[in-house]
């Protein structure tokens, strides 16, 4: 996933970036820079945005850019240029519900590059006003959305009868499969304090394996685990050995049952190709469906830490944004062995929110679209939000209200039917990307509940 960046940006700049690359002689300094460059674009969707020449700047009247339902809320918008505000700027603007607006207004003219806009909502929601300055023919946007009793919102999507059973069988099956663990050195990743290795293990089928980057302290002891799961994408990984210095065991996952140090030209080209949106691959079938091997792959991915002679067995997080907060919440419900979770903007949350008039989650599988038969009752057992329900380890989750992939109004629907302790940090203006204060903020909730702190 990407950030709020305009994807044409990001797909040109990334690919003039590749071309040039490749025309380079040097086939070493190739694959580094290649490999650089992938890592980038995998950690994208946690960066914040670049800033540009001209901002537009949208705020809310509250503070906290929240509301009680039916009050009006007032939205400046500002469209500055060094500081300044620009005279005769043209803007369009759109407003309404999230990802839903009936508002929509082109070429007004803002005199003194100022305006202020309004809007409410009957239902607890979120309303959101997005706005595009047009100046020497580019695009600048800016965005606000206001909060409406978001604590009061509930999922649409329904909890199949069967979802216990259902998932418990796939899980059982999977390990009637030896592990088969297998680990090898990366010598040219380990540090003065940590070994680093590429890692697989069978998942739920011969031939089905999951592949990781696992960092643990050089030290001998015994040690509290860290497993990160991945956002959305095709990717390779280096692992955390950073954190592994500090006295964790860390192990992050790819999910696409390949290595996940390969030459960086293979994953573009899967994710160009064989993997690309794979997350719709058999939609209407429960045992088929991408995600099942990747669900049952997190739980094993579980099982792999427990076989770890170094891990002291009980002391266990998980961690991920995105897609891979999703994953943090699913595993967390699938596997009670989790101590502790902290989840970034997850995804996959109320799929059935378009069909109910209102946001649904990434990948917003029905947003414009009719539901094909068997659709629906499948992806139940997929939404996060019966994951959600299941929870019961602590959890650390923060976001913003801004994000255009990961709508609030989704990621709410999950958070409010957790029973588990738990708790919210909210940076309001964020969209899909975090400050650095805000991940350092939670991985230190983490590493802190981790250590008993």
Same mark, same amino acid.
């Given at each position: 996933?990407?950030? *709020?960046? +305009?994807?044409?940006?990001?797909?040109?700049?990334?690919?003039?970036?590749?071309?040039?690359?490749?025309?380079?002689?040097?086939?070493?300094? &190739?694959?580094?820079?290649?490999?650089?460059?992938?890592?980038?674009?995998?950690?994208?969707?946690?960066? #914040?945005?670049?800033?540009?020449?001209?901002?537009?700047?949208?705020?809310?009247?509250?503070?906290?850019?929240?509301?009680?339902?039916?009050?009006?809320?007032?939205?400046? /918008?500002?469209?500055?240029?060094?500081?300044?505000?620009?005279?005769?700027?043209?803007?369009?603007?759109?407003?309404?519900?999230?990802?839903?607006?009936?508002?929509?207004?082109?070429?007004?003219?803002?005199?003194?590059?100022?305006?202020?806009?309004?809007?409410?909502?009957?239902?607890?929601?979120? !309303?959101? /006003?997005?706005?595009?300055? /047009?100046?020497?023919?580019? &695009?600048?946007?800016?965005?606000?959305? %206001? %909060?409406?009793?978001?604590?009061?919102?509930? +999922?649409?999507?329904?909890?199949?009868?069967?979802?216990?059973?259902?998932?418990?069988?796939?899980?059982?099956? %999977?390990?009637?499969?030896?592990?088969?663990?297998?680990?090898?050195?990366?010598?040219?990743?380990?540090?003065?304090?940590?070994?680093?290795?590429?890692?697989?293990?069978?998942?739920?089928?011969?031939? =089905?394996?999951?592949?990781?980057?696992?960092?643990?302290?050089?030290?001998?002891?015994?040690?509290?685990?860290?497993?990160? /799961?991945?956002?959305?994408?095709?990717?390779?990984?280096?692992?955390?050995?950073?954190?592994?210095? @500090?006295?964790?065991?860390?192990?992050?996952?790819?999910?696409?049952?390949? +290595?996940?140090?390969? *030459?960086? #030209?293979?994953?573009?080209?899967?994710?160009?190709?064989?993997?690309?949106?794979?997350?719709?691959?058999?939609?209407? *079938? $429960?045992?088929?469906?991408?995600?099942? $091997?990747?669900?049952?792959?997190?739980?094993?991915?579980?099982?792999?830490?427990? =076989?770890?002679?170094?891990?002291?067995?009980?002391?266990?997080?998980?961690?991920?944004?995105?897609?891979?907060?999703?994953?943090?919440?699913?595993? %967390?419900?699938?596997?009670?062995?989790? &101590?502790?979770?902290?989840?970034?903007?997850?995804?996959?949350?109320?799929?059935?929110? !378009?069909?109910?008039?209102?946001?649904?989650?990434?990948?917003?599988?029905?947003?414009?679209?009719?539901?094909?038969?068997?659709?629906?009752?499948? @992806?139940?057992?997929? *939404?996060?939000?019966?994951?959600?329900?299941?929870?019961?380890?602590?959890?650390?989750?923060?976001?913003?209200?801004?994000?255009?992939?990961?709508?609030?109004?989704?990621?709410? =629907?999950?958070?409010?039917?957790?029973?588990?302790?738990?708790?919210?940090?909210?940076?309001?203006?964020?969209?899909?990307?975090?400050?650095?204060?805000?991940?350092?903020?939670?991985?230190?909730?983490?590493?802190?509940?981790?250590?008993?702190?």
């Amino acid at each position: 996933m990407l950030t *709020d960046t +305009p994807k044409h940006i990001l797909f040109y700049t990334y690919t003039t970036l590749i071309q040039t690359i490749n025309s380079m002689k040097s086939i070493s300094f &190739r694959k580094i820079l290649l490999s650089v460059l992938m890592i980038q674009i995998g950690f994208n969707a946690f960066s #914040q945005p670049v800033s540009t020449l001209i901002k537009v700047i949208v705020g809310c009247d509250h503070n906290d850019w929240t509301y009680r339902v039916n009050e009006k809320a007032t939205f400046s /918008v500002q469209v500055l240029k060094y500081g300044n505000p620009v005279e005769n700027v043209t803007i369009d603007y759109e407003a309404g519900p999230e990802m839903i607006p009936d508002i929509k207004k082109e070429g007004v003219v803002l005199k003194n590059g100022k305006t202020e806009l309004s809007g409410s909502m009957k239902v607890p929601g979120f !309303y959101r /006003v997005r706005v595009w300055a /047009v100046l020497d023919g580019r &695009r600048y946007e800016g965005l606000a959305t %206001a %909060a409406f009793e978001p604590e009061k919102i509930e +999922p649409t999507v329904k909890d199949p009868a069967d979802f216990d059973s259902f998932w418990s069988n796939a899980i059982a099956e %999977a390990r009637k499969l030896d592990l088969d663990p297998k680990m090898t050195l990366l010598p040219e990743r380990c540090t003065s304090e940590a070994d680093v290795y590429q890692i697989s293990f069978r998942n739920d089928a011969y031939g =089905s394996r999951i592949y990781g980057i696992l960092a643990m302290p050089k030290k001998p002891g015994k040690y509290p685990a860290i497993l990160r /799961v991945p956002g959305a994408g095709i990717r390779p990984y280096t692992g955390d050995p950073r954190t592994a210095a @500090l006295g964790f065991i860390t192990l992050e996952i790819g999910i696409h049952g390949i +290595p996940v140090n390969l *030459d960086p #030209q293979v994953y573009t080209d899967l994710a160009g190709g064989g993997l690309s949106e794979y997350n719709k691959v058999k939609m209407n *079938d $429960r045992n088929t469906h991408y995600y099942k $091997r990747v669900y049952v792959g997190c739980v094993r991915a579980v099982d792999f830490i427990f =076989s770890l002679p170094e891990f002291n067995g009980s002391d266990i997080g998980i961690t991920g944004g995105s897609q891979g907060g999703a994953l943090t919440i699913v595993t %967390a419900g699938l596997d009670k062995r989790i &101590r502790y979770m902290a989840a970034i903007y997850p995804a996959l949350c109320d799929h059935t929110g !378009y069909l109910n008039k209102r946001a649904g989650g990434w990948p917003h599988y029905f947003r414009g679209t009719e539901p094909k038969p068997g659709e629906v009752e499948t @992806l139940g057992y997929f *939404d996060v939000v019966n994951f959600a329900r299941r929870v019961s380890a602590p959890g650390y989750y923060t976001w913003g209200f801004n994000d255009l992939t990961c709508p609030p109004t989704s990621m709410y =629907s999950a958070y409010n039917v957790i029973k588990a302790p738990k708790e919210l940090v909210l940076y309001q203006e964020t969209g899909h990307w975090t400050y650095p204060e805000q991940t350092e903020a939670l991985n230190n909730w983490l590493t802190g509940k981790l250590k008993g702190m």
